[in-house]
């Protein structure tokens, strides 16, 4: 048989059919390795990694590593003499060329990122001197709260002022943050970060000896040339236990207050003392170990138990929900209710059934919020929230839908509705909210140095926010004349209400 000629054109088709095989070839190849790797991948990895694999989360452990590295030779803020007017008003001339020139070299100013940062030489006695007092006395563990709770552990739980500090003065070689820069002139900041440790000061020290220091802070910070100019509407004040500089509290109400909640009953806060728009709530450090997504995954299949709580079952105020929930629940098929305990053994129990369950029960307590919320939040354990008086951290920047429950108090002690609502939780939006979880942990995780995403990060974020109105309101204050409103209010405030919902 004769050989058929090929021409130009049946080697053009050819050649066109030849691409067109490999390209599909190429497509099939690419959607198998593809297919393959989604079989193997883990459900609950986290598609934003942490820049830093192994920062220090342990509060002792970074006090430690931070008194002994850290130089403890400063220079001292303190007032000397009377602040008089004329001080006053030349760090204000000074203070207010500084912003009109910012107005005109940045077009996003005072919107503008990284916000500026004058941190506070505070005296020994207010800083180091305390963070040395309970270094030296945290293993004592028999110092306890009159409800029996370890008095380090409670330190330990509000330790923001020490985290957001170590990382203020961190060398900037050494700091991940971008969005915040220390500034060594007070004249350039658009905020004054006040370095006293509230907290440990109640605790550690003697009733009287621990209200005349609260008095000297007091008398200190508000000496300040930067305090009069603004009346301490841009000084950072963190008093995150509801306890904390209680004494003293109504001569700084216009500070920036770093709180754990807002109870509204009146029982920690004034009313008019403290507000979303002003303040800013911040997370308690968890008291379990961090599940990570390894952990998660691993015990995803150990989660047998439906609803879990550890904790006290009797508190005062709006924790009085606790009892009628334990009256509700405690003999239910799938639910484990159990006494909380202090130290290692209570711990390790409180991790224990958390890792080991699908839900955990987050009721109030004495105040509305508890650390409870973010052990779960942290051992992959979905938040069933009934506290209708819960304001939550960075809340303008995370949506807790995607993460946990929220019940209310008259719904949740309804004979059977609660065991009802989470049984009919399907699968695949209990994975789904589980995912989730894996990914805001790390908006919780307090460390050394702070990480990008993390609690610190996000104060800061949410911080920035609130300056246009700071300084709307502290240029209101240097103008008004005595027959003006003295006070310029918007009472639209909404009640908290909380419905039930479902991630949907």
Same mark, same amino acid.
């Given at each position: 048989?004769?050989?058929?000629? =090929?021409?130009?054109?049946?080697?053009?088709?050819?050649?066109?059919?030849?691409?067109?095989?490999?390209?599909?070839?190429?497509?099939?190849?690419?959607?198998?390795?593809?297919?393959?790797?989604?079989?193997?991948?883990?459900?609950?990895?986290?598609?934003?990694?942490?820049?830093?694999?192994?920062?220090?989360?342990?509060?002792?452990?970074?006090?430690?590593?931070?008194?002994?590295?850290?130089?403890?030779?400063?220079?001292?803020?303190?007032?000397?003499?009377?602040?008089?007017?004329?001080?006053?008003?030349?760090?204000?001339?000074?203070?207010?060329?500084?912003?009109?020139?910012?107005?005109?070299?940045?077009?996003?100013?005072?919107?503008?990122?990284?916000?500026?940062?004058?941190?506070?030489?505070?005296?020994?006695?207010?800083?180091?001197?305390?963070?040395?007092?309970?270094r030296n006395t945290y293993k004592d563990t028999s110092n306890l709260t009159s409800n029996g709770s370890p008095v380090h552990r409670l330190i330990e739980q509000h330790s923001i002022d020490y985290w957001l500090w170590a990382d203020l003065i961190a060398p900037e070689s050494e700091r991940l943050l971008k969005n915040v820069v220390r500034v060594r002139r007070q004249e350039e900041a658009d905020f004054f970060y006040i370095p006293f440790f509230t907290t440990i000061s109640f605790f550690l020290l003697e009733k009287q000896?621990?209200?005349?220091?609260?008095?000297?802070?007091?008398?200190?910070?508000?000496?300040?040339?930067?305090?009069?100019?603004?009346?301490?509407?841009?000084?950072?004040?963190?008093?995150?236990?509801?306890?904390?500089?209680?004494?003293?509290?109504?001569?700084?109400?216009?500070?920036?207050?770093?709180?754990?909640?807002?109870?509204?009953?009146?029982?920690?806060?004034?009313?008019?003392?403290?507000?979303?728009?002003?303040?800013?709530?911040?997370?308690?450090?968890?008291?379990?170990?961090?599940?990570?997504?390894?952990?998660?995954?691993?015990?995803?299949? !150990?989660?047998?138990?439906?609803?879990?709580?550890?904790?006290?079952?009797?508190?005062?105020?709006?924790?009085?929900? #606790?009892?009628?929930?334990?009256?509700?629940?405690?003999?239910?098929?799938?639910?484990?209710?159990?006494?909380?305990?202090?130290?290692?053994?209570?711990?390790?129990?409180?991790?224990?059934?958390?890792?080991?369950?699908?839900?955990?029960?987050?009721?109030?307590?004495?105040?509305?919020?508890?650390?409870?919320?973010?052990?779960?939040?942290?051992?992959?354990?979905?938040?069933?929230?009934?506290?209708?008086?819960?304001?939550?951290?960075?809340?303008?920047?995370?949506?807790?839908?995607?993460?946990?429950?929220?019940?209310?108090?008259?719904?949740?002690?309804?004979?059977?509705?609660?065991? !009802?609502?989470?049984?009919?939780?399907?699968?695949? =939006?209990?994975?789904?909210?589980?995912?989730?979880?894996?990914?805001?942990? #790390?908006?919780?995780?307090?460390?050394?140095?702070? =990480?990008?995403?993390?609690?610190?990060?996000?104060?800061?974020?949410?911080?920035?926010?609130?300056?246009?109105?700071?300084?709307?309101?502290?240029?209101?204050?240097?103008?008004?004349?005595?027959?003006? #409103?003295?006070?310029?209010?918007?009472?639209?405030?909404?009640?908290?209400?909380?419905?039930?919902?479902?991630?949907?």
């Open positions: 048989m004769a050989l058929l000629k =090929q021409t130009p054109l049946t080697i053009a088709r050819s050649n066109a059919k030849s691409r067109i095989l490999l390209f599909t070839l190429f497509l099939f190849a690419f959607s198998l390795l593809f297919a393959i790797f989604s079989l193997t991948r883990n459900p609950y990895s986290d598609p934003y990694p942490t820049p830093n694999a192994k920062p220090e989360t342990s509060f002792v452990a970074s006090i430690e590593r931070f008194l002994a590295q850290t130089s403890q030779r400063f220079r001292d803020d303190t007032v000397t003499s009377l602040t008089e007017d004329g001080v006053v008003r030349k760090f204000d001339d000074v203070a207010s060329k500084i912003e009109r020139q910012r107005v005109y070299e940045d077009s996003y100013y005072p919107l503008s990122l990284p916000i500026r940062v004058y941190v506070y030489e505070m005296p020994r006695k207010f800083t180091y001197d305390l963070l040395w007092l309970f000896e621990c209200k005349a220091l609260y008095r000297e802070a007091l008398k200190w910070v508000t000496d300040q040339p930067a305090w009069k100019r603004s009346e301490g509407r841009d000084h950072i004040l963190p008093v995150h236990h509801p306890w904390s500089f209680k004494s003293v509290r109504r001569y700084v109400k216009n500070a920036i207050w770093l709180l754990p909640d807002m109870d509204s009953t009146g029982n920690w806060y004034k009313p008019g003392q403290v507000s979303l728009e002003k303040d800013l709530i911040l997370p308690y450090v968890p008291n379990v170990d961090f599940c990570d997504v390894k952990c998660v995954s691993e015990s995803e299949s !150990k989660r047998s138990t439906l609803l879990f709580f550890r904790g006290r079952l009797k508190r005062n105020a709006g924790g009085k929900i #606790r009892a009628k929930l334990v009256a509700e629940l405690s003999s239910a098929e799938g639910v484990v209710i159990e006494e909380g305990t202090a130290g290692e053994v209570g711990k390790a129990a409180a991790q224990n059934g958390m890792r080991r369950s699908i839900f955990c029960l987050n009721p109030a307590g004495d105040t509305p919020s508890s650390a409870r919320l973010f052990d779960a939040i942290v051992s992959g354990c979905i938040p069933v929230i009934v506290s209708d008086e819960l304001e939550l951290p960075f809340e303008g920047i995370l949506d807790y839908r995607k993460i946990a429950l929220f019940v209310s108090s008259s719904d949740a002690t309804q004979p059977g509705y609660l065991l !009802k609502f989470l049984r009919g939780i399907s699968p695949a =939006q209990i994975r789904e909210m589980r995912r989730n979880l894996v990914q805001y942990s #790390r908006h919780f995780l307090y460390s050394s140095p702070a =990480q990008p995403l993390g609690p610190e990060d996000l104060v800061w974020r949410m911080i920035a926010g609130k300056l246009v109105n700071i300084k709307l309101h502290t240029r209101r204050s240097q103008r008004v004349v005595k027959e003006s #409103r003295s006070i310029c209010t918007c009472d639209c405030r909404r009640a908290n209400f909380t419905s039930t919902t479902s991630l949907s």
